[in-house]
């Protein structure tokens, strides 16, 4: 039997991927989870998959689709921290590249078991590599998805910045009954979050010494240095 409240479906799912990271047998360590939803109607989608040649539409993944559940999982501090210690990606950071990916799986998987006994069908695109190798390409972009599911806003760096910040995993699922969209959503033409939402802007990053203002701005402004070099 369907679930006859969406705030019912909205719950479980929020309980679940919780539930998952909670109990997960990694050596990572996460802070709470974020969870939003967007309309699967949202004309954003059709705008996507219109720019970028083989997206897919939820449909695509769900014939019959009305939702989309975006989740972030971000890193504790020590790990972020542990990152910013050296050229390189730090070895804990590398760990927990890999063993958010596993879990995010374990999540979809869970969340597509778990929801038709309550009535709803789940479909979902693995977390990572399922991009066109030549193309590089993704399918299905968690990214775009979380940024239209109010997750977030895209940074200068291409990078998802969320309440929680950018260290962290995305997955989505996406579902057959309607989960009204996450209500707090920024709405077009809000202020971006990060240097901005901090009362900082680029001049800031500019006059920054260190990584940020060599590799964040990169070649854009003439800094005389590709983006990102190596861990900035």
Same mark, same amino acid.
């Given at each position: ?27 990572? @360590? ?21 720019? #970028? ?19 972030? +999982? ?17 070895? #804990?950071?590398?760990?927990?590249? #890999? ?51 109010? +997750? ?42 990060? +240097? ?10 500019? @006059? ?14 003439? +800094? ?9």
């Amino acid at each position: 039997m369907r679930l006859s409240g969406s705030p019912d479906v909205h719950d479980s799912i929020i309980d679940l991927v919780s539930t998952c990271v909670a109990n997960a047998n990694v050596a990572t @360590r996460y802070r709470a989870p974020l969870v939003a939803f967007a309309r699967a109607s949202d004309p954003r989608f059709a705008d996507l998959a219109s720019h #970028v040649p083989g997206h897919l539409l939820p449909d695509d993944l769900l014939p019959g689709a009305q939702s989309v559940c975006a989740f972030f +999982l971000p890193f504790d501090e020590a790990i972020v921290e542990a990152n910013r210690q050296g050229e390189l990606a730090s070895e #804990v950071w590398a760990r927990a590249y #890999v063993e958010t990916n596993a879990l995010l799986t374990e999540i979809c998987r869970t969340l597509a078991d778990e929801m038709p006994r309550r009535g709803v069908r789940v479909g979902w695109e693995p977390p990572t590599h399922n991009f066109d190798p030549v193309r590089l390409v993704s399918a299905w972009s968690h990214k775009s998805v979380a940024v239209i599911a109010g +997750l977030g806003q895209l940074g200068h760096h291409h990078m998802l910045i969320t309440h929680s910040g950018c260290a962290g995993r995305l997955g989505s699922v996406v579902l057959d009954v309607d989960v009204p969209e996450t209500s707090d959503r920024a709405p077009s033409g809000a202020p971006r979050l990060g +240097l901005t939402a901090a009362g900082r802007g680029l001049a800031h990053a500019i @006059r920054r010494p260190g990584p940020l203002s060599r590799g964040f701005l990169g070649e854009k402004l003439g +800094l005389g240095q590709p983006p990102c070099p190596r861990n900035s």
